[in-house]
């Protein structure tokens, strides 16, 4: 057949769209037979085929335009490739088979194939529309960050996903102080853990830059052009650009004027046909069985399923993907695959090296991993993809599965024992303490060491960072053989960590580890997010160590913490107001009385501790109670926590015959000064006026009976299942005395007791004699002790129901349905 005749056969091919998934199918489809179309590209940019993902790389000035292209003008013309460019497509008419270009071009075409990619998603706050607010999704976004590191010095990111982290590398590199400012409180949530995100922040950090996680953008400030974000907390950032990196949706907008079927993206089958067989879609525009892709892989494997359908190739066509991310963010290496949401029904196996900076997870189901987070060390990231794709039984290198494919299938050494046997008596095994095999098992062997505890005190090995622990055990079991029980002195915190309470508290000072992450991260924390048992007692002891500094984390604790009120067993909530050493006034009464009027509480009930119980209130009704009992000067009680509860007092000298001292003025001024501490357990105080005791004070945990010639101090009393009458600490002469000393005790209980200890079983614990020694006996120790529990004050005192009153966490008190939304 002559070439003019095999020309007039040719069908009409128009893709709309010159991006990566776009040119990518035609390359797909030439592949496939070169001869069968003509082809015609429309691109709304007024350029060639280029990589966009190279474009960070751009910004960063690693590389120029040249070096991302993909098909320069030569491959559109060797292919017989009319490419329209500058020219978006602005309407297709279906029943005559045409497009039309902003231009009034009008193109026919027999199969149509859109590959209309994204949009950037942009905030509809204020101010989003001045000038030197930017996205960060073409060439044409580069050239006005360019531009901007030109003359302007501040640079405000909003969105720490890759694409925002990316537009901050890039911006740093350029000169400018830069500022992330990211909604969620992981950085790459959908890609990372919580402590890879962790990692993640403290490394770009100490690049320079500013993470602000957890931060809501209100607004952007400025008249002509930006000058900086105001968060919704109040703080102002200056700006003299922002990048808007909040996220992409599919570009539908075509699709559905031409009255295609479009969800979430243009709706496509399994051979990549919308609703109308002469259209085809790809890319990030296509919602495949209700799934978007954003990455590249998927866009490949819908180029192959959609050429086969263009060429009449027989196929199964696209059936979805399983994606892994394999990244380098401002040159620190992540990877990701799969689900690593975990669950009751999966296990972790994690790896923490915090000296090398390296986090390893893999979630396994069923003796299947199904997903895995990497950070520092990726090299094994597609060897874990591969496992998790095929579908892989990894029962057989389970236990070397998280030390990589190398070690795992490394023949002898797949057996962490025998590779421990194997080393010499120098080997290292502690590199915190310096300590060699032979130092450890010369110590098990000639002073009789039989458990962990026993080789860490006298040694120090394992006494650190913990990540030699498994290496220390295993010399333990085999220097003993069957003597070797396995079994603790004293037991970890949690099944999370080789470590005890003891430990994680004496560590986190001395590592001035800061954050729940940084704990775990250093003291090799064997998964991923801890659990229910080691997260509210990590928060505490950051909280104990670093008052002021630490950030209270509150999904580490119990709902009723999370909720500042009791959950009853009905669901409802009790809500129990401070009344200042157990006084109140009319005021006070009235506003109770209204309370429990408008919102139809059905029980009211007077506390042990002098105080008024609030019972079957609604969660959603939670803030209203508060703000009117705010409103009436009372706070919260703190009835639920981990805290100071209540100050109980007798009326004293000046109503009752026998009152040697003013109880109750005592117990007020008690009271203010320590609500709002937060402790290891519930924490209750008592001041009786006089040794007829009325307010019980000798079975709390701090008790104050007045007597003729001072006050009697009690300490560690319990009321509770098993009920423990106090210990007398000392008597004090004046009120001065007995706010240090109560300050001190509180401290010390704070500072030194487990968390879930009372101060009962701690007192009985430790030893009446070493708490006199410490408080009644060191009178510096017991100042210093006192002072740093009014330093914590001054961060503590905070209502916790005023905060939620003015919107904090709102989204906690809304019915299920509506927080969905």
Request: aromatic share 6%.
């Amino acid at each position: 057949m002559a070439r003019e005749d095999r020309e007039k056969i040719r069908e009409e091919l128009v893709v709309v769209g010159n991006g990566m998934a776009g040119c990518r199918a035609v390359e797909e489809v030439l592949k496939r037979d070169p001869h069968r179309y003509h082809i015609t590209i429309f691109g709304a940019e007024p350029r060639v085929n280029y990589n966009r993902i190279m474009l960070s790389p751009l910004l960063a000035g690693e590389k120029r335009f040249e070096d991302i292209i993909i098909n320069d003008e030569a491959w559109y013309a060797d292919n017989g490739i009319t490419l329209i460019a500058g020219d978006a497509v602005v309407e297709i008419d279906r029943a005559a088979r045409t497009v039309k270009s902003a231009s009034g071009r009008v193109v026919e075409y027999d199969r149509l194939v859109l590959a209309t990619g994204s949009d950037p998603f942009v905030l509809p706050v204020p101010g989003a529309k001045l000038p030197g607010v930017v996205t960060f999704r073409d060439m044409d976004d580069v050239d006005a960050m360019l531009r901007a590191s030109e003359t302007g010095r501040r640079a405000v990111v909003i969105g720490g996903g890759l694409l925002g982290l990316e537009a901050a590398h890039g911006l740093s590199l350029r000169g400018m102080e830069v500022t992330v400012i990211h909604l969620m409180p992981t950085l790459m949530e959908r890609q990372l853990d919580e402590a890879a995100g962790f990692l993640l922040k403290t490394a770009l950090e100490a690049r320079g830059q500013t993470i602000l996680t957890g931060a809501e953008t209100e607004a952007i400030l400025g008249e002509t052009h930006v000058e900086g974000v105001r968060l919704t907390d109040g703080r102002v950032i200056p700006a003299d650009i922002v990048v808007m990196a909040v996220g992409i949706r599919p570009n539908t907008v075509l699709a559905q004027a031409a009255g295609l079927e479009v969800g979430r993206g243009i709706k496509v089958d399994d051979h990549m046909l919308t609703s109308d067989p002469a259209v085809l879609a790809v890319g990030e525009c296509v919602e495949h069985q209700d799934v978007c892709y954003g990455l590249v892989a998927p866009l490949w494997e819908m180029c192959a399923a959609l050429a086969d359908a263009l060429t009449a190739r027989p196929s199964e066509g696209y059936r979805g993907s399983v994606t892994s991310t394999k990244l380098k963010v401002a040159g620190l290496d992540v990877f990701s695959a799969g689900d690593f949401s975990g669950g009751a029904d999966c296990e972790d196996i994690v790896l923490r090296d915090a000296a090398r900076g390296v986090y390893k997870r893999v979630v396994i189901r069923d003796s299947r991993i199904i997903g895995a987070v990497l950070y520092g060390d990726t090299g094994d990231g597609a060897w874990y993809f591969q496992l998790l794709r095929e579908g892989a039984d990894i029962s057989a290198v389970r236990d070397s599965l998280i030390f990589g494919q190398a070690f795992a299938e490394g023949g002898s050494f797949a057996d962490p024992r025998q590779a421990v046997a194997a080393l010499s008596d120098n080997a290292e095994i502690c590199g915190c303490n310096g300590v060699c095999k032979g130092a450890i098992t010369r110590a098990i062997s000639e002073q009789g060491l039989t458990t962990l505890d026993a080789v860490r005190s006298v040694t120090k090995a394992s006494a650190s960072c913990g990540s030699c622990t498994p290496q220390v055990e295993m010399l333990l079991s085999l220097t003993l053989g069957d003597d070797y029980s396995g079994e603790r002195v004293v037991s970890p915190m949690c099944k999370c960590t080789d470590f005890t309470h003891d430990d994680v508290r004496r560590l986190i000072l001395e590592k001035a580890l800061k954050a729940i992450p940084a704990v775990m991260q250093a003291l090799h924390w064997k998964t991923p997010d801890g659990c229910s048992s080691c997260r509210p007692a990590l928060n505490y002891y950051l909280l104990c160590a670093w008052p002021g500094e630490y950030a209270d984390d509150q999904q580490s604790r119990f709902v009723n913490e999370r909720l500042h009120a009791n959950i009853q067993k009905d669901g409802t909530y009790s809500v129990v107001p401070r009344m200042w050493g157990g006084l109140t006034s009319a005021k006070e009464l009235r506003a109770i009385a209204d309370v429990v009027d408008k919102f139809n509480i059905p029980t009211v009930k007077v506390t042990g501790g002098q105080r008024i119980d609030l019972f079957g209130v609604k969660k959603e009704d939670l803030p209203a109670v508060w703000a009117d009992l705010n409103a009436a000067g009372m706070v919260s009680g703190h009835a639920y926590g981990k805290a100071l509860r209540t100050v109980k007092t007798c009326v004293g000298s000046e109503w009752c015959r026998f009152g040697t001292q003013d109880s109750t003025g005592l117990g007020v001024r008690i009271e203010r000064m320590t609500w709002g501490s937060w402790m290891p357990h519930k924490f209750k105080i008592a001041v009786s006026g006089c040794p007829r005791n009325c307010a019980e004070a000798t079975i709390k945990d701090f008790g104050i009976v007045c007597v003729d010639s001072g006050y009697e101090l009690h300490i560690g009393g319990n009321g509770g299942i098993k009920v423990r009458a106090t210990d007398l600490l000392c008597k004090v002469a004046t009120e001065e005395e007995v706010m240090e000393y109560c300050a001190a005790f509180i401290q010390l209980y704070r500072e030194e007791a487990r968390y879930l200890e009372r101060t009962a079983p701690w007192v009985e614990r430790v030893g009446l004699d070493y708490i006199k020694q410490r408080i009644v006996e060191d009178a510096e120790g017991r100042a210093q002790l006192a002072a740093r529990f009014r330093f914590s004050q001054q961060f503590h005192q905070d209502d916790p129901w005023a905060s939620r009153v003015a919107g904090r966490d709102a989204h906690l008190h809304r019915p299920l349905s509506l927080a969905a939304e």
